[in-house]
């Protein structure tokens, strides 16, 4: 059982690149969510999405597009690649028993947009 | 005005020493509160949640809520060098409704 995974774990890219973020879970999570921490900023929400087919925008989804064709992936893409885009990018899931949200975070993918 | 305030830190303690980590929030409406131990490097992983006001208390571990003053602690006893890490709290307010985290505050217990 390997919870959520994230590959790259390290990136850069140049300006106007693009490259897809993946996120796989094996834990057969319903919900699932990708967020960016910046320092001192805390987690915010890009997208998300409550089962396959099935995606919405969170507080920052510019710049990105996310899609869910399976239970298990949520990849993210990153179209044109900006600076503002450096951060470090952390994918979620949760079972959603009821009201209480208990996500399970990766380990992270960390992107430098030079 | 953040909706959810958390002091960044560093706080720096020695081993053995009871730690009190805080966050304030705004939106009265929520009612799960949550904190994340986040590792240099690594994902942030739930260490505790309560639900509306109240302590919980897990080992060395003691959540506690104070909803009329729209205030959560976590407190730490016999605080380990292992417990050098960065502290999240989250809340939502239930009824599948988003979580917001604070910034985190960055806990380092000297040996």
């Known amino acids: 059982n390997a919870g959520v995974t994230q590959t790259p774990k390290f990136r850069i890219l140049k300006i106007g690149q693009s490259m897809t973020l993946q996120c796989t879970q094996d834990?057969?999570?319903?919900?699932m969510y990708w967020y960016r921490q910046d320092p001192g900023m805390g987690l915010k929400l890009i997208y998300y999405s409550v089962g396959a087919g099935i995606t919405d925008k969170g507080e920052v989804p510019n710049g990105y597009n996310v899609s869910r064709s399976t239970t298990e992936d949520f990849p993210l893409r990153l179209e044109l690649a900006a600076p503002s885009q450096t951060s470090v990018y952390f994918c979620?899931?949760?079972?959603?028993?009821?009201?209480?949200?208990?996500?399970?975070f990766g380990p992270g993918t960390r992107l430098l947009v030079l | 005005q953040k909706e959810v305030e958390q002091d960044p830190g560093p706080l720096s303690v020695p081993e053995g020493a009871i730690v009190s980590l805080n966050c304030t929030y705004s939106n009265s409406a929520f009612q799960y509160f949550m904190w994340y131990r986040q590792y240099s490097r690594k994902g942030p992983e739930l260490l505790m949640y309560t639900y509306s006001s109240g302590n919980k208390e897990d080992g060395r571990f003691t959540a506690q809520v104070d909803k009329s003053s729209k205030y959560i602690s976590l407190f730490i006893r016999d605080s380990q060098p292992s417990d050098s890490a960065t502290y999240l709290c989250?809340?939502?307010?239930?009824?599948?409704?988003?979580?917001?985290f604070g910034t985190g505050t960055k806990l380092q217990v000297i040996p």
């Open positions: 989250a809340m939502n307010s239930g009824g599948y409704q988003k979580v917001t």
């Open positions: 834990m057969n999570h319903n919900y």
């Open positions: 979620a899931s949760s079972p959603r028993k009821g009201a209480l949200e208990t996500q399970y």
